[in-house]
């Protein structure tokens, strides 16, 4: 039976788990979910997450919300090669996923909802954020090619979508050569799904 996956097509928490499925080349189905229409909060999404957000993924029994958590469970089940089972290589894949849902959620993340989405979310907060974090991703991205390992990990595919959407929120990615480089390393990865960002984006 095929996995399904519940998703908006400009989600960046959504193409997470997407970009991972096809990197994994599983078998699934993509269900859309019109947040604008309010689906998201209707009686039948709710019954999948209670906390009304996308992505949801439904495999055969399981159900399961939270991009971060799809993840950990996708690359457990189906790719441990993008998780390490060794105590400290986990706990540095760990800490950016803690970053992805932190730092780059409440930058790039937070800008592009204002931008693309008429979000009330303080605007000048979510750039300073933003370019605070790229700068520690060109610092920590000068001496290495992925985040947490010698080897892209599910770290690397968390942290991705919303830092190469950083355009789409007025954030410019162009004194971040490193960062810059680290994205098109990932998306030269066989069966990656790079980001589209909006015909108006900031290069």
Do not use: C
């Not at 399904?4 to 788990?17: A, E, I, T």
């Not at 000068?142 to 595919?157: G, I």
């Amino acid at each position: 039976m095929k996995m399904k996956l519940y998703r908006h097509p400009l989600s960046g928490h959504s193409h997470r788990v997407e970009t991972f499925l096809s990197l994994l080349q599983r078998d699934y189905e993509l269900v859309d979910v019109d947040l604008m229409a309010g689906e998201h909060q209707g009686e039948r999404f709710l019954k999948l997450n209670p906390f009304g957000q996308v992505p949801v993924l439904v495999d055969q029994e399981v159900t399961l919300s939270d991009s971060t958590a799809i993840l950990v469970y996708l690359a457990r089940k189906y790719g441990p090669e993008w998780l390490p089972s060794d105590a400290l290589a986990q706990a540095q894949v760990q800490k950016w996923l803690s970053v992805a849902s932190g730092e780059v959620a409440a930058g790039p993340g937070a800008a592009r909802l204002v931008k693309l989405f008429g979000a009330q979310l303080d605007y000048t907060a979510a750039l300073s954020k933003a370019h605070k974090l790229l700068g520690l991703l060109e610092a920590h991205l000068s001496s290495r090619d992925f985040l947490a390992s010698d080897r892209p990990t599910v770290a690397d595919v968390a942290v991705y979508s919303y830092v190469a959407l950083a355009p789409d929120g007025g954030v410019s990615l162009e004194n971040y050569p490193k960062v810059r480089s680290w994205i098109a390393r990932l998306e030269a990865l066989p069966h990656f799904l790079a980001v589209r960002l909006s015909p108006t984006a900031q290069a």
